[in-house]
Every structure is written in C-alpha cells, then in structure tokens.
C-alpha cells in the first residue's frame, strides 16, 4: 500500500511537470482543460475516499502571488509513508519547479498515536493547484482526510507596475540634475543642495528595486505547507468541541504551574541567600547600636562620678 500511494503521488507530480512543459517545442500544441474534463474527473476522486475537498481553483490573476496551505487528518501508522511520498513527488519535479524548504516529525509521549508532522514546498505558480490536488489524493488513498485547505493571494503585479514607473520618473530626475550639475556656473551652495538630491534619488532607486525584486520573487515561486496530525494532533476545521477546550485549558494551567514551579524552585536558593545576608546585617547593625549605647551610658556615668568627686 505504501508503494502505491507513493508511485501514486509521483505519477500526478510527473503530470505536473508534463502540464509545464507545454511551451517546449516541437509538438502539437494541447488545448487547455476544459469544465467537462474537470467534471470527469470529480467521481473519480470521490471514489478514491471522502474529504478530498473541493475542486476549485483560484481565479487566473496575473500578478497575484498565492499561498497554499493543507491540513490532513491520518492514522498515525500512515503519516511518514505519505509525508514521504508528498516530498518524493515534489524530488520528482525537480530542483527548478519544487524545492522542500522544511520539514517536521515529532512523536509525542509513547507514541501511542499523537504525532505531529509538516512539510513545506517552494513551488512554480503553473504546477501549484496540481501539486495541492495529487498530495490531497496520496493522502484519501491512505485512508486519511483532508481537514482544510486555504488558498491566500497576494496582489504584488500592481506593486510591480506602480514601481517601474517610480523608477522610471526618479531617473528622469536624475538625468535633470546631472544635467544641471554639468554646468561650469553652477553656484556652490546650489551645487551642493543638488548632489544631496541625486544622492537621495539613488537611495529610493535602489530600495524601490529591492521591493520590486521582492515582489517578482513571490510571483516567481508559490509557498505551499502540507500539515500533518494524528491523535490529539489532528486538524479540526470546525470549532473546538467541549472536550478540546477542557483539556486545552487543563494543559495550559499545567503548563503554567510547572514555569511557576521552575521559577520559584530555580529563586529560591537565591532569595534564601538575600534572606540570610539581610538577617545577618540587620543583627550587626543591632548589636552596634546597642555597643553605642553601652559606651554612651559608660562614659555619662564616669562624667557623673568625676562631677561629684570635684
């Protein structure tokens, strides 16, 4: 079973890179898929398991930089195989469409079920949506479930625009001052103001690329994370139930009371030490009053006895 989620995984993940191929030459040119394609297709994922989620795309934006985000429910013997089948397909892809950027599997306790496990992808934007749908069958195949799917986008193609054109005005100015700065009889005070000016020009000339280059990087790669749970790590897309929050809240006092505990137990030599410093000055400085007064009313009583003997 294991072998076939994976080959799986690996065979969409190949369709992936056959779909980004497409402006390669020679060869007839593919027309695009169509409603009914994506129709014939549906019956087929709800064959393979329910919780597969549903088969929409976001809305073909140029400019827009998406983000996508999955949260699968498995049982905890099934997560490794598919976490290693989902990054087997994306190595499949190849260095230049997909890269794993992190990864996490964590057993919690005995591991007698509560595992936690996370998968990040850099992806190229045409094999994104493709890459979501084949790791989401991996993970119905492996009779798991999917417990959400987000899809988050970000329109930097404006931002791209608004910064050539800035950069394109301030050069203009540039060229105005440099022109001005060629002349023999230029004052030089105005001199001076005008090179604090070209000097500020560079400066947003070169932080406004940063930014667009920024910008053309996140149109240039898509982030996706794939995360994984079992036990009391499973993803819940629906509000927490009753349970939840009583244990939530049970771990959270727990956790609070052991810090406490560790703080106090970690203070406690210290301010024991404080204590005694403070208990031993305090005595000192009694025992010096009370030697003052001694030697006060000695001295007061030798005055008396040399006035009477006088």
Sequence with gaps: MRRVVCFAALGLATGCGQQADRQSPPGPRQSPPTMETRDTAAPTAAREGRG????????????????YRYAFRLPAERIEEVQESHAAGCEALG??????????????????????????FRLDPVLARRFGRAAVQAV??????LAESEITGE???????????????????????????????????????????????????????AGREEAQDMLATTPMTISYGSGQYVPRSGPPTLRDSLARSLDGFLGG??????????????????????WLAAAGRRRWFAGRQRAAAVAAGAAEDRSESS
């Design 52 to 67: 597969a989620g549903p088969d929409i795309s976001p809305t073909a934006a140029p400019g827009v930089a998406f983000n």
């Design 95 to 120: 260095p230049n469409r997909c890269r794993i950027t992190g990864m996490l599997y964590r057993v919690v306790g005995d591991g007698d079920g509560d595992i936690e496990a996370r998968l990040s």
């Design 140 to 145: 119905t195949r492996a009779e798991g479930q």
């Design 155 to 209: 329109d930097v193609g404006t931002g791209i625009q608004h910064a050539g054109r800035d950069i394109a005005q301030m050069r203009v100015e540039m060229a105005e001052i440099e022109r001005q700065l060629g002349r023999g009889d230029l004052p030089p005070d105005e001199r001076a103001r005008l090179e604090d000016q070209l000097r500020e020009l560079q400066r947003a000339i070169a932080g406004t690329q």
């Design 257 to 278: 009371a052991s810090l406490l505990l560790i703080i106090l137990l970690t203070l406690l030599p210290w301010a024991l030490l404080i204590g005694l410093v403070w």
